[in-house]
């Protein structure tokens, strides 16, 4: 891993510190090139040509995808986010009244609003683990909530948007194998950032977003499908001519790989800026980008610490993702030092993390999330300008 060449291919962070790859992260120049390149194709032969004359790398979208998650190109799915792949995952579950979801207490926002909703719309029961101590997940608590409640589905958050904490998805997944109950994993915050292996998983649904630390367009992501899942006709509430062939007046036949969960309409250009960006990822390898984002997030929450300020990450195991406030709670002068300077971050509010922040009694939060194109001088400083401030 070349830091300065990464640096030179990425344009965005020379006239400033970017840390917010956590919402919407710095593109590689050739991922913007790859974009660009393929709307002129489709502003000279019109979009359906261009399709076909990128036939080989569209579907290179496929192998890099899986390539980075250790699956198959047959189990993955183009989608728009990581909410998209959600929603068409679990639109393909056949919810009943009285069925159960398990969660967590730091499920993704749009998650949990989706969960409610299936509530209100199927009467469904909303089960949340506890935490032990020291935040972990209570897999002893999870076990025993699968033996009582026989749940329809096991849902966890991987990376929560609002925290550092890297969830044992991996201890979830066999209790979900052993057990043998549907396993849907929101990996938006920890594909590219960690590494992210659905073999060890044991998930059925695996979601990802492009725009955050895959470092790719906006509007891109993907959706890993298991083979038990498509074995047992799993497939979205509204298919189109991409997910099923229409095979009479009143039948069709599904297609039997993760692209049932697709549609016709895609947006080609950012399909292959995000092929470009799975394929730069794999390329410097993510157990080292791992490796090097643990470092860079751990000296900054140190020195956050040790100046005093209040890190809210909780867990044994934390990500590149630093929250923290100052010691009465607020933000307000956190935020206009990191403005001042050019300091790119963002502020998480309780209404992102209704459980979460509750627990912690904060109202606010200062969002960090460096990532492998960031230096060590950078976070250095960033904890020199935050010295400044009077706490």
Not at 75 to 104: H, P, Q, R
Not at 276 to 291: D, K, M, P, T
Not at 354 to 377: G, W
Request: with cysteine; aromatic share 10%.
């Amino acid at each position: 891993m070349n830091l300065e060449v990464i640096r030179q291919e990425t344009p965005g962070c020379s006239d400033k510190i970017f840390l917010n790859s956590a919402g919407a992260s710095l593109m590689p120049r050739s991922v913007v090139d790859s974009t660009v390149k393929y709307l002129y194709e489709e502003q000279e032969i019109g979009g359906y040509a261009a399709v076909m004359r990128n036939s080989e790398r569209i579907s290179r979208f496929y192998e890099e995808a899986a390539k980075l998650i250790n699956t198959k190109p047959s189990n993955i799915a183009f989608v728009s986010s990581s909410t998209d792949g959600y929603a068409k995952a679990l639109s393909s579950i056949d919810f009943k009244e009285g069925d159960c979801i398990i969660t967590t207490n730091d499920d993704y926002i749009s998650n949990q609003i989706a969960f409610i909703s299936l509530q209100k719309r199927y009467r469904i029961e909303i089960i949340r683990a506890a935490n032990l101590p020291d935040h972990e997940l209570d897999l002893e608590d999870f076990e025993s909530l699968i033996r009582k409640h026989n749940p329809k589905l096991i849902a966890v958050t991987h990376i929560p948007t609002n925290s550092g904490l890297i969830q044992n998805i991996e201890g979830v997944g066999k209790l979900c194998k052993q057990y043998d109950v549907l396993y849907l994993v929101d990996a938006c915050q920890s594909v590219g950032q960690i590494v992210v292996d659905v073999e060890k998983i044991h998930c059925d649904f695996l979601t990802a977003t492009g725009r955050k630390f895959m470092r790719g367009p906006r509007g891109t992501g993907f959706l890993y499908v298991s083979d038990k899942a498509l074995h047992h006709t799993m497939y979205p509430l509204f298919l189109d001519s991409i997910g099923a062939k229409w095979i009479s007046f009143d039948d069709f036949v599904l297609n039997d790989t993760a692209k049932r969960f697709e549609l016709f309409e895609r947006p080609y250009a950012s399909l292959l800026g995000f092929t470009e960006a799975l394929r730069y990822a794999n390329a410097i390898g993510v157990s080292q980008i791992e490796s090097y984002n643990r470092i860079l997030s751990d000296t900054l929450r140190t020195h956050l610490k040790d100046s005093g300020f209040t890190v809210l990450d909780k867990g044994n195991r934390l990500g590149s993702i630093v929250t923290f406030c100052q010691p009465d709670g607020k933000v307000e002068k956190i935020q206009k030092i990191l403005s001042g300077n050019n300091v790119f971050f963002k502020e998480n509010r309780k209404g992102d993390a209704l459980i979460d922040f509750s627990f912690k009694e904060v109202d606010h939060a200062i969002r960090l999330s460096p990532h492998y194109f960031n230096t060590m001088e950078e976070i250095e400083r960033v904890v020199q300008l935050l010295k400044s401030i009077s706490l």
